[in-house]
């Protein structure tokens, strides 16, 4: 079956700091994987995604995400934290043609001053 | 250009009362989603319509009934509702060309069921 995996429900980081967001996956064929972020009390906001060709993805707002097959990893990362960063963080996938994401649980981002 | 909109913002209901969440979009999208978001579960999906004039079943369909009335609308019912329901709903749209595109969302609808 199809999964994704946040481990970290929640993430703390001092602002100025590198953070990583932690997203394994499971599936059969090739994956297709997608980070989104939810500010509070609003809807999801598309990040970046993961298709096909250069394994280091760069998205939205300074964030990237590298792709790792062997690790069947697709890890959110970004060089330097704002406060501003603060959210909720989910990772999907999507493999075949079924037009469904399957969806991780979240984590929530806090970036200290 | 308003992308993906959804009505009401919120919404009480007592149980045994039934509604219909709108959502609309004008990115000429065709795919449509619901899901719903409660804490600690992440996003569920409810139904989605990969096309106009289909729809199908997601993780969990029981309780809802859906509508894709054109290209731009899907609506969401709740025939009967119970506590359970009681969740933040969100619509989404996307378009899918050889691969997935990304998910555009509306802002949610907040549902309380008494």
């Known amino acids: 079956a199809q999964s994704v995996a946040q481990p970290e429900d929640q993430v703390n980081v001092a602002e100025g700091n590198p953070l990583t967001v932690k997203c394994t996956y499971s599936v059969s064929g090739n994956p297709y994987l997608f980070w989104y972020v939810q500010y509070p009390n609003r809807g999801l906001q598309f990040l970046l995604k993961?298709?096909?060709?250069d394994n280091l993805v760069k998205g939205s707002y300074g964030f990237e995400a590298e792709f790792n097959k062997s690790q069947t990893s697709f890890h959110l990362k970004k060089p330097s934290a704002l406060v501003s960063d603060s959210a909720l963080y989910f990772c999907?996938?999507?493999?075949?043609?079924?037009?469904?994401?399957?969806w991780g649980l979240g984590t929530s981002l806090a970036v200290n001053p | 250009n308003a992308g993906v909109t959804q009505t009401p913002k919120f919404q009480v209901l007592k149980t045994g009362q039934s509604m219909t969440l709108q959502c609309a979009q004008d990115?000429?999208?065709?795919?449509m989603y619901w899901y719903r978001q409660d804490p600690g579960m992440g996003l569920r999906l409810i139904y989605y319509?990969?096309?106009?004039?289909?729809?199908d079943k997601g993780e969990v369909p029981n309780g809802y009934n859906v509508s894709r009335l054109n290209k731009r609308e899907f609506s969401l019912r709740l025939e009967s509702a119970a506590p359970s329901q009681t969740s933040v709903y969100f619509c989404?749209?996307?378009?899918?060309?050889?691969?997935?595109?990304?998910?555009?969302f509306g802002p949610g609808t907040r549902l309380t069921v008494t």
């Open positions: 999907a996938v999507n493999a075949g043609n079924n037009r469904k994401l399957i």
């Open positions: 319509s990969a096309s106009e004039g289909t729809t």
């Open positions: 990115m000429n999208h065709n795919s």
């Open positions: 993961y298709i096909t060709g």
């Open positions: 989404a749209s996307s378009e899918w060309i050889g691969s997935p595109y990304e998910q555009y």
